[in-house]
């Protein structure tokens, strides 16, 4: 048996070697063939590489950082700039928000996301209400009282009675829609003061002791990017409303710090905009190309030194989809008329296939997993969250549902089992047994890492679901249905259901909650591990599904201090 392994193992080596070897000539005899055909263009062809720009003014600094980095790399690069075009370009690139007349062009191609502007209150730093709102910050709701004329402090935030309130907005298309749209007001009850220019609104701020004004982030830096303007400070924004700035919303000591909240989720998104990229066709030419895909990729950094936040990966994914192989007029060579140059093209994607099977064996061998042991799972988020409406959910990631016969259903809410991976083991208690809310009613097994669970009403145990002892999965595949875990008599169900979520208000508290995870995961987990791979995608703060599932029990542990513990 031994000499049929090492058999099977060389017989897999020689495999290896051949196919290497086999698309080792093929690669580099296509790379031959290609050359020789570049080798026919004309110079006129290989230097009418200008890049021309296209855009609106509110995107010269931005676009300005692109290209002093880009030129960085790039010397010799040339550049055309056009401000306040009101049509795209013919074969450039098209840089726009969507308030920009180019929206709803029909010439343009497809739409790529390039980046995010960030829309922020702000206030003079010695305006006698910044303490309170630096604490408590300031609300969707407290939003639609502060956007209207003639509010008051006392209406906005309860007290303050005496303390003058002047409201102002920069005259910037986008800016209402989007207010509006945070404070679920209609545009038309958006009453503050309009002034004409950013630069005049910031200078109102700085000023007036009183003034409260709404910029976007890129407006408001100073000279150097790397802090606010002098005078200003932004008004923090309570998230999820529970009237106090906790630690994780604390985002807003430095512009790149708020840049990357909302690059993380910390932020508001509804007070999030999309800058797009766009040309009247693609593929673009050569050098227009090779730009886009750039910004799209290493020009992600220049933005948060000039107030923008960069991309997530899903959207840095679809950008390089979006973006297909540059053509050239002339005798080059194409992959559609080429048929060597496909085949060259199938060896370079079987090398890169090898080189990974290759480097994710060696990680394997070094950390001693298995592959096996290795769960590849889907994008985590709150959408990717069960959450029924009729049932009460609890901080305790357990719901309450009380049924006919007046007792209630209880289980766990389908967070944890999304976190946790397939659980191996349910530990419960017996019927008849008493319990307190906020008291140890179940522990969750995974390969004897546990999490414990505690229960979100008072009562007395009066069934256990049977099948979780058996198959523990069934918490995976429903926690509401067949994943239920206890049935229990309630003594206290109208009190105790006053301090639990419905539905809709679950999904609120639940999207902070992935926030943290994200925080935690990125201070907790290992980044030398090969699993780590499949736990934080870096780019953009996105979870994949079993975030927990082969991190080590002292990571569980910590979740469960930081996530469980402290809602009881």
Known sequence: MQVLIQ??????????????????????????YSAE????????EVTGNNITIVCSPDLENLIAAWISAYRAEEAGQDFLINLNADKPADGGINFFTSNSPLTGSDALAEKIVVGHEIIVPVMNVNNPMLAKLSKEGISAGEFSQLLSAGATWDQVKGEGENIPLRVYIADYDLLVPKLAGFSEMKESMVTAESISSSEELLSVIQKDVYAVGFFRLADVLSAEGNEFADGISIIPIDKNGNGQIEGFESIYSTPSEL???????KYPRKLCCEVFAASTSLPMNAASNDFLGWVIDEGQEPLTAVGFSSLSTREKTAGMMALRPSTTSGSTPTASGNPNMWVGITAVLALLILVIIAVRAGLKRRSGIRSEDIELTSALNVNS???????????????AFMEQNG????????????VTGKLSQIRMKAPGEKIRKGEKILTLVRQGKQLHIYSPVTGVIKKQNELLDE??????????ITGWVYQVEPANWLRETKFMFMADKFIEW?????????????ASANANTVVYNHIVLQDGGELTDNVLADLEPKVWEEFQTQFIDVSR
């Not at 055909?37 to 006129?44: F, L, R």
């Open 7 to 32: 058999s099977i193992k060389r017989t897999k080596m020689k495999t290896y070697l051949l196919l290497f070897l086999m698309g080792s000539f093929l690669f580099f005899s296509n790379r031959g």
């Open 37 to 44: 055909g570049k080798n026919d263009q004309s110079d006129a």
């Open 259 to 265: 840049a990357r909240g909302a690059w993380i989720g």
């Open 385 to 399: 969250i069960q959450a029924p409406a009729g049932l009460f959910y609890d901080k305790t990631h357990t719901w």
């Open 407 to 418: 007792l209630v259903k209880l289980g766990v809410d389908d967070f944890l089992p999304h």
């Open 471 to 480: 198959d523990p999965s069934q918490i995976n595949a429903d926690p509401y």
């Open 510 to 522: 639940l999207d902070d909650e992935f926030v943290r995870l994200k925080d935690f995961l990125a």
